[in-house]
């Protein structure tokens, strides 16, 4: 299934895929970076169409 990945490096902490996820599945980890809990995400790719800094991709996650 595919899931959403985030390079977090490279995340900007804007919480835009936090408001927009259905699933509730995503957090700003210690205001730094946000981070996906897989088991919530559905692949919906919401997230990745709201990030103002195109650093999430869907990818397949076993
Ligand atoms: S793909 Fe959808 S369900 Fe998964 S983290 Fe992004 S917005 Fe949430
Ligand atoms: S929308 Fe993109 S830049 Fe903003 S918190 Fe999410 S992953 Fe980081």
């Known amino acids: ?12 902490s804007c919480g835009a ?3 927009v ?4 599945a995503i957090e700003i980890y210690k ?3 946000a981070k996906v809990d ?5 692949g919906c790719s919401l997230c990745k169409k709201a990030c103002p800094a195109s650093v999430i ?3 397949d996650v076993k």
């Open 21 to 24: 996820c259905p699933r509730d």
């Open 17 to 19: 895929c936090v408001k």
């Open 31 to 33: 205001g730094m970076y």
């Open 38 to 42: 897989l088991d919530k995400c559905v």
């Open 1 to 12: 299934m595919r899931k959403a990945i985030i390079n977090q490096k490279q995340c900007v």
């Open 57 to 59: 991709e869907m990818e």
